[in-house]
């Protein structure tokens, strides 16, 4: 396959110290070295210093990328029984502690590194309170609460705030921040109506027991009644019964019983119909008054106010 050429270089020199051409198909992919861009030209015009400093930043960049993937497949091994997700991005990590986050929460947790060169993990991971720790701008910005953050733990606390600096970690904390203050919502909804329609059966139950209270307390006052009067037939004419049930509504049973038995012990037979009259000085006939309301009178005057 003949290919066609894009680019004629030309002026090349190696006369210098440094000097240095690579050229890399796309087939192989980089560089013998690894990189897969340039980090060395002609260094005729660049102190050496300068060329260390630039390869220490790059194996510096190259080494956290690889001990951060490391970390966040190890976090992904310890926690994928304890946590529930779909996925886990570390987001970031200090010497001993790190910040993850999964499909709808966020994490601290502390780790070590120990035999064989394998991460330690706490057992339990700590829930950060996103609701807590961020606050949504009317505009949409994540910002980081100050009064939240003086409760969480100095390291935990910078590693939230560095965290910002990465753009696809404030639209994951945008997006987990609104997630949560939604399902509050909908869950403090839920409640309200689960609460309203509580009220509801309960009221329902309330009018429904009073009616029952009202319906008992009925029957038992018509209960009541009907056995006084079935009590005072047998001791004073029909006519009277009406006047002495109102009379005696306000007394108690046993107050009652004992004007019932009076009253039987009083129309008991072999009485000298002498005793029943009273004649006066001059040796007038005076009637007798009516015997069962002369008891009452006498026996509970407050029924006849």
């Known amino acids: 396959m003949t290919i066609k050429l894009k680019r004629r270089l030309t002026d090349i020199s190696f006369e210098h110290s440094g000097a240095h051409v690579a050229l890399v198909g796309p087939i ?34 190259k080494y956290y990328q690889e001990l951060r993937n490391t970390l966040e497949e190890a976090l992904r091994d310890h926690f994928e029984e304890s946590i529930e997700y779909n996925w886990l991005y570390l987001e970031d990590f200090n010497d001993t502690q790190v910040v993850f986050s999964t499909d ?35 505009g949409g910005e994540v910002l980081l609460s100050e009064d939240a953050l003086k ?37 403090m909804d839920e409640i309200q109506k689960a609460v309203a329609e509580a009220e509801k059966v309960l009221k329902a139950q309330i009018e429904e ?22 009590a005072l037939a047998e001791v004073v004419a029909e006519d009277q019964i009406e006047g002495i049930l109102k009379n005696a509504e306000a007394l108690s049973e046993e107050a009652f019983a004992s004007i019932v038995a009076t009253m039987k012990s009083l129309k008991a037979p072999a009485v000298d119909q002498d005793l ?8 007038d006939v005076v009637a007798p008054e009516q015997t069962t309301a002369a008891l009452l009178k006498a026996r509970f005057p407050q029924a006849q106010a």
Do not use: C, H
């Not at 029952?212 to 209960?223: D, F, G, M, N």
């Not at 029943?276 to 040796?283: A, C, H, I, T």
């Open 209 to 230: 027991m009073q009616s029952k209270l009202e319906a008992y307390a009925t029957a038992e006052k018509e209960s009541k009644l009907a056995l006084r009067k079935s």
């Open 151 to 187: 409760e969480v733990e100095s390291g935990i606390r910078e590693l939230l705030t560095k965290s910002l600096e990465n753009t696809d970690t404030v639209n994951r904390a945008s997006t987990l921040l609104k997630s949560t203050l939604e399902k509050e919502k909908t869950k």
């Open 104 to 138: 709808d929460r966020m994490y601290s947790a502390g780790y070590s590194l120990g035999e064989n060169d394998k991460y330690m993990f706490d057992p339990v991971a700590k829930e950060v309170d996103v609701k807590r720790v961020y606050e949504l701008t009317p």
């Open 276 to 283: 029943m009259v009273q004649k006066s000085g001059e040796g």
């Open 28 to 61: 192989v992919g980089s560089a013998a070295n690894g990189y897969a861009t340039l980090i060395t030209k002609a260094t005729d015009d660049i102190e050496d210093s300068a060329v260390t400093e630039q390869l220490e930043a790059v194996e510096k960049a």
